[in-house]
């Protein structure tokens, strides 16, 4: 059975435009996913820690038959390819990245699991997440939120830029 799955797509380290491509690129790659459309990339002001770069983030959106832990797995495969070291520190989370991929939507499923909460926790709090989202799609919900488009009206979208 095909799902549509949504992943957001961020770092602030190195060349992240060409980088978060390349990711996208390794992501359509992977077996069982089919037709990834990736939205804008977009500049976004620092988010948790500000003492750092600016971000550039996406989202990506596919088709995909993989279970929700084995996509899981695979991003964080992904993330390591590119360089990602995650950590247990304090401030890591919010902290400088080469790449952050979170898997924010996966259908219309709820799930909470060890490492994986879908939707994204912090989802509708995200203007960074929330804007190449609805450029991907305009009428999205959010399980147990609701619209995306009224998510964002809540959230401040200062600093949030599309890269050309």
Same mark, same amino acid.
């Given at each position: 059975?095909?799902?549509?799955? $949504?992943?957001?797509?961020?770092?602030?380290?190195?060349?992240?435009?060409?980088?978060?491509?390349?990711?996208?690129?390794?992501?359509?790659?992977?077996?069982?996913?089919?037709?990834?459309?990736?939205?804008?990339?977009?500049?976004?002001?620092? $988010?948790?820690?500000?003492?750092?770069?600016?971000?550039?983030?996406?989202?990506?959106?596919?088709?995909?038959?993989?279970?929700?832990?084995?996509?899981?797995?695979?991003?964080?495969?992904?993330?390591?390819?590119?360089?990602?070291?995650?950590?247990?520190?304090?401030?890591?989370?919010?902290?400088?990245?080469?790449?952050?991929?979170?898997?924010?939507?996966?259908?219309?499923?709820?799930?909470?699991?060890?490492?994986?909460?879908?939707?994204?926790?912090?989802?509708?709090?995200?203007?960074?997440?929330?804007?190449?989202?609805?450029?991907?799609?305009?009428?999205?919900?959010?399980?147990?939120?609701?619209?995306?488009?009224?998510?964002?009206?809540?959230?401040?979208?200062?600093?949030?830029?599309?890269?050309?």
């Amino acid at each position: 059975m095909s799902v549509r799955a $949504w992943v957001g797509l961020g770092g602030n380290l190195g060349n992240v435009p060409q980088v978060l491509r390349d990711a996208a690129s390794a992501l359509s790659a992977l077996p069982g996913i089919r037709d990834l459309r990736l939205s804008s990339l977009y500049r976004t002001p620092a $988010w948790g820690r500000t003492d750092q770069p600016d971000f550039v983030n996406a989202v990506a959106v596919f088709d995909t038959e993989r279970a929700p832990m084995d996509l899981l797995d695979a991003l964080l495969d992904i993330e390591r390819l590119f360089g990602r070291t995650r950590s247990d520190e304090a401030g890591d989370q919010w902290g400088p990245r080469t790449l952050d991929l979170d898997l924010l939507l996966y259908g219309d499923a709820v799930i909470t699991l060890p490492g994986l909460t879908v939707p994204h926790p912090r989802l509708h709090q995200r203007a960074f997440a929330l804007v190449p989202l609805l450029e991907l799609d305009a009428a999205i919900v959010i399980p147990r939120i609701g619209a995306a488009i009224e998510a964002l009206v809540h959230v401040d979208r200062a600093g949030i830029e599309a890269l050309p």
